[in-house]
């Protein structure tokens, strides 16, 4: 019974927290406009680059990356010292915050891609699997420069890992594979252009 409510808490609070998107606050903030009436529309890290430049945009990242981290540590934690399970409870509020930035209650239910929010949910899970999906979407980037390739190669890399390196039980790994399904999914209409060569390249130096 206690680790229903566990669940249950770490899922509302993981959600809601990542519900709040910085990317669109602070285009309204700063630039008093929003940011999902730019580019492609995606209220993320990538878009906000593309439109307002860089000068805010690792704002918006460390943002992404915290609102993810903080519920995710927290419910470690918690999982921690009453089960002995912190990869549970990372895993749990990790996916909960990955369907509050896509499907966020606060913009009626229209988010991002939960790239950021996705990827900082892999290190608390075991560092060595966050610095792998880290590192094989980084390689991806800089050798095509496709964002959404990227990420979503990350993406898939994530399961590959964590079942190379172990995994406390068969619910961590089930959510990882959700994770990764729910990005890919996201990422339906990036791939499509991919296909037809029409996906844009992220550039650096915007």
Known sequence: MRIWIAHILAVIVSYLIASINPAIELSKAIYHTDVRTKG????????????????????VL????????????AAGLL???????????????????????????????????CVLVGGAYTWLVDWRVGLIVTAVALILLVSFRYMSLATMSGAVAFPIALAAFGFQTPAVMVIAVMAMALLLFRHRENICRLIHHEEPKFTFSE
């Open 40 to 59: 492609s529309g995606n209220p993320g890290f990538t878009n906000f680059w593309r439109s307002f430049g860089r000068r805010y945009a690792w704002l």
């Open 62 to 73: 460390v943002l992404d990356v915290v609102k993810s981290l903080v519920p995710c540590l």
């Open 79 to 113: 999982y921690r010292e009453m089960f002995g399970l912190w990869q549970v409870g990372v895993s749990v509020a990790g996916f909960a915050a990955m369907l509050g930035h896509a499907y966020p209650l606060w913009y009626c239910f229209k988010g991002g891609k």
